[in-house]
């Protein structure tokens, strides 16, 4: 299903609508995303829930050389031949969503907060709020871009975290979700995943009403 983005005869789509077409996309045209789209899927980030309130979440953009430079490094020339997903590398916009532990140690240690325990030290918390408001960032973006006509695919950094850190110049305590491929969708469209494979697993006995 094509959503169109704001504007234009097309009426927007429901929220409904967006959630049922939206699946990760792994395989992107060339084309640029033009800055105000993108900006909107940035900003959309920032509209999630976050614990405390907490500004905790920083974004880094990768395009052009800088998205060049990232592929390079964590999956360079001579190990792409046998890659699954080459049609990803054309993904003109790479979108890392930063956390930072440290700031919700930090928020949780003033008054309102502090009776919590959890502004003592990040092993104190049982639920690291930071990986979960990430993860809210995150499913923000990918709604967004879909509401927008935009694929988008989340995908993990695993042992290149260090790495990335380092090549762009992102500080000690910030700690990467993974990493967004953003852009438009191939016109081959969307090769579905080996995960995504056997279709969604629905919520049918997955959901349980006063006892487990
Ligand atoms: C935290 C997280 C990590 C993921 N990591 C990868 C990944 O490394 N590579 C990949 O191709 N897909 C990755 N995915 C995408 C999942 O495979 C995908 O969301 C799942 O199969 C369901 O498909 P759908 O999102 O298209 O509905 C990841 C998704 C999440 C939420």
Redesign the pocket.
């Known amino acids: 299903m094509t959503l169109a983005a704001g504007g234009g005869s097309t009426p927007p789509a429901s929220l409904a609508e967006v959630l049922a077409s939206?699946?990760?996309c792994?395989d992107f045209a060339d084309d640029p995303v033009p800055q105000e789209q993108l900006g909107r899927v940035l900003h959309a980030a920032f509209r999630g829930p976050a614990a405390g309130n907490t500004a905790g979440l920083e974004l880094l953009v990768l395009t052009g050389e800088d998205r060049d430079a990232y592929w390079a490094l964590t999956l360079p020339p001579q190990r792409r031949d046998g890659f699954a997903?080459p049609g990803l590398l054309h993904a003109p916009v790479l979108v890392i969503p930063y956390v930072d532990p440290g700031a919700y140690v930090r928020r949780y240690a003033l008054d309102d907060k502090a009776g919590s325990g959890l502004g003592t030290s990040t092993s104190a918390w049982t639920v690291p709020y930071w990986w979960v408001d990430g993860?809210a960032a995150?499913m923000a973006m990918l709604l967004a871009a879909e509401s927008d006509g935009l694929g988008a695919?989340?995908?993990?950094q695993f042992d290149h975290e260090a790495a990335v850190a380092e090549r762009f110049g992102v500080g000690e305590p910030w700690r990467a979700i993974?990493t967004l491929a953003l852009g438009h969708p191939a016109r081959g469209g969307r090769r579905?995943?080996r995960?995504?494979r056997d279709g969604?697993p629905g919520p049918a006995g997955r959901i349980h009403h006063g006892t487990w």
């Open positions: 939206r699946r990760m792994r997903w993860g995150v695919l989340l995908f993990g993974g579905p995943s995960s995504a969604r």
